[in-house]
Nanobody
Framework: QVQLVESGGGLVQPGGSLRLSCAASERTFRRRAMGWFRQTPGKEREFVATMWWSTGGTFYADSVKGRFTLSRDNAKNTVYLQMNSLKPDDTGVYYC???????????????????WGQGTQVTVSS
């Protein structure tokens, strides 16, 4: 069973930056999409960004477009979420997600991702 291992969360002041990492445990893991969701207490898991693996194309939630950048390192089997100009509304638990079967039209739907990391807390506060 493939595991997704996240790192990089923490406490940062508004306007600051953080970089999250997510490594897949198996190099042979075939995925169609891999990206990030976030969740705050009492709310559903919210789409943040994802990468369509075959092309490297990236997709972002409107709320993070222009501030967050998704990238990958194939040698390390890792995706990164660079988060700049962070706002208090970005606070939450960030989850890495991947799917070997998802279709492009559903990449923003958390229910279509079958592999999840354990989550990493991001807190934006002064």
């Amino acid at each position: 069973q493939v595991q997704l291992v996240e790192s990089g969360g923490g406490l940062v002041q508004p306007g600051g930056s953080l970089r999250l990492s997510c490594a897949a445990s198996e190099r042979t893991f075939r995925r169609r999409a891999m990206g990030w969701f976030r969740q705050t207490p009492g709310k559903e898991r919210e789409f943040v960004a994802t990468m369509w693996w075959s092309t490297g194309g990236t997709f972002y939630a409107d709320s993070v477009k222009g501030r967050f950048t998704l990238s990958r390192d194939n040698a390390k089997n890792t995706v990164y979420l660079q988060m700049n100009s962070l706002k208090p509304d970005d606070t939450g638990v960030y989850y890495c997600a991947a799917s070997p079967t998802i279709i492009l039209s559903s990449i923003r739907d958390a229910r279509q991702y079958g592999y999840w990391g354990q989550g990493t807390q991001v807190t934006v506060s002064s």
